[in-house]
């Protein structure tokens, strides 16, 4: 049996009373369905968590946006008329996520603000310690890379392609009060510290433009059990279309490294058909700048072929007008 440390429990009716309990050794804890096996390996040793899961996630329209409270369940994303019709790409990926269970518990928040993930550290203290830890929890070696310098652990979460590609902002509370920050600028390529928030600050909303019409979107995932494993690769892609032809176009390939990777060059594949030819080109972009770590399970150039393969699904969903 995996048995936790010691803590104690806040049990916050909103966001503001959690940020008043919060100290350097509290953590927030919302579904818990990533925290607590974490704790359960020991990768975390809190005093206190503070309990935000009962604090409610709405769903609703305001201004050409949609707001989505951090506290939303995935199982409610996933299944929630308004996402299904405005923001289809999206419910998908909610809909992806884990199994049914932890869909049920997991919340938007959580997902966005999962903790990187890799073979050698997702482990039982036991497992880590036989193996001398490594860089990202107590030792001082990364078994991936090879060296004593980088953690290459992989952000894992599958909203967060899709909400890449549809330009969301993430609204915040902490010490210093409340701000906004877009998604977009939260990640860094750093498996030890991937998140650029502070220390304390509280997801509380999800901001999403409506996109424009003929939208059009796909996510596509590489997981070895379709039943509950995490992503080893995924890929999302939207964009606004006449017809068969673009107006605009996002792609985003995430689970390869610490940082969702937003793919460059779109633009050039606007005002024209997105047929066979300019398919293949996409695809073969992704090839070239898409490299997966050995964080996660899956050979890295299987993984790097597979993104051309999802590429190529996920551009051709778009062109059929899914
Ligand atoms: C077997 C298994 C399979 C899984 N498969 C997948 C998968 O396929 N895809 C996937 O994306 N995830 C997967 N997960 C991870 C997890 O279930 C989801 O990512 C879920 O959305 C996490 O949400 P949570 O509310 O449970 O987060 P928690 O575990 O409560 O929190 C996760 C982290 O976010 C912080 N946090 C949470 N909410 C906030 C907030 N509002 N403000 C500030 N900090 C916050 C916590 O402090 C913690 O560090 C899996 C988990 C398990 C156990
Ligand atoms: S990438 Fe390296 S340092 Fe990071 S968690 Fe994995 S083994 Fe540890």
Redesign the pocket.
């Known amino acids: 049996m995996l048995r936790m440390d010691d803590f104690s429990v806040v049990v916050a009716k909103n966001?503001a009373e959690?940020a008043a309990a919060w100290s350097p050794e509290a953590?927030?804890?919302?579904?818990?369905?990533?925290?607590?096996?974490?704790l359960k390996h020991r990768l975390?040793h809190p005093k206190t968590l503070?309990h935000?899961?009962g604090?409610p996630g709405e769903i609703v329209e305001e201004e050409g946006t949609i707001h989505i409270g951090?506290?939303a369940?995935?199982s409610y994303l996933a299944s929630h008329p308004l996402l299904l019709q405005k923001l289809p790409p999206l419910a998908t990926?909610a809909g992806?996520?884990?199994?049914p269970q932890?869909?049920n518990?997991?919340?938007?928040?959580?997902?966005?603000?999962?903790?990187t993930r890799c073979l050698y550290y997702n482990q039982t203290e036991f497992w880590r310690k036989s193996l001398g830890y490594c860089l990202k929890a107590e030792g001082t070696w990364c078994h991936v890379v090879g060296g004593p310098k980088t953690c290459v652990a992989t952000q894992?979460?599958?909203?967060?392609p899709v909400l890449l590609c549809l330009d969301a902002t993430l609204q915040?509370?902490g010490p210093e009060g409340e701000r906004s920050l877009k998604l977009r600028d939260l990640y860094r390529y750093n498996g030890m510290d991937h998140l650029g928030?502070g220390k304390g600050?509280?997801?509380?909303k999800v901001v999403i433009p409506l996109p424009g019409p003929g939208f059009r979107g796909s996510y596509q995932?590489l997981?070895t059990r379709a039943s509950?494993?995490?992503?080893q690769l995924s890929v999302a892609f939207t964009g606004c279309f006449e017809g068969d032809v673009p107006l605009s176009l996002e792609g985003v390939i995430g689970a390869i490294n610490p940082q969702p990777k937003p793919l460059k060059g779109l633009e050039s594949h606007l005002g024209r058909p997105l047929d066979t030819a300019a398919i293949e080109a996409i695809a073969a972009s992704v090839y070239k700048s898409t490299r997966p770590q050995g964080s996660v399970h899956g050979d890295t150039n299987w993984r790097r072929q597979m993104a051309v393969v999802y590429t190529r699904r996920a551009l051709q969903a778009l062109a059929r007008g899914e």
């Open positions: 966001y959690a953590m927030y804890v919302a579904g818990g369905t990533d925290l607590l096996p974490n975390f503070i935000i899961g604090i951090a506290g369940k995935l990926a992806l996520v884990a199994g932890l869909r518990m997991g919340t938007l928040g959580g997902n966005i603000l999962l903790d894992s979460s599958d909203t967060v915040l509370l928030i600050e509280l997801l509380t995932k997981r509950i494993d995490y992503p």
